[in-house]
């Protein structure tokens, strides 16, 4: 488990998944970071939806990426002010890669 501290000071339970089995599922918030970055945050419903999203989500993907899942998922209202929370947080502890591309 990753402490992740959100940019409003609240913290998040990030849970790694491997990099090879995981797969975007609606209402699963999911977050790739690289080294000490977060490159993209969301779930399945982001990267259908959304061109940019899915354009960083891409991105992302071909770097070397550690895979979380945010554990527990927010409500659907509050999602987007969550990944957007995560993105422009930092960890509260060393990052240390589980599982890189």
Known sequence: MLLWIG???????LLPESFTDFQ???GVVHVLISKRAV????????????PQSRSFFRSAMAK?????????TPEAEARVLVCWDI???H???PLKLVEAH
């Open 24 to 26: 975007l599922r609606n």
């Open 7 to 13: 940019q409003s000071g609240r913290q998040y339970r």
């Open 87 to 89: 993105l422009h947080g």
């Open 64 to 72: 070397k990426i550690t895979v979380y899942r945010l554990e527990p």
């Open 91 to 93: 960890s509260a502890e």
């Open 39 to 50: 490159l993209w945050t969301g779930s399945a419903e982001d990267v259908v939806g959304d």
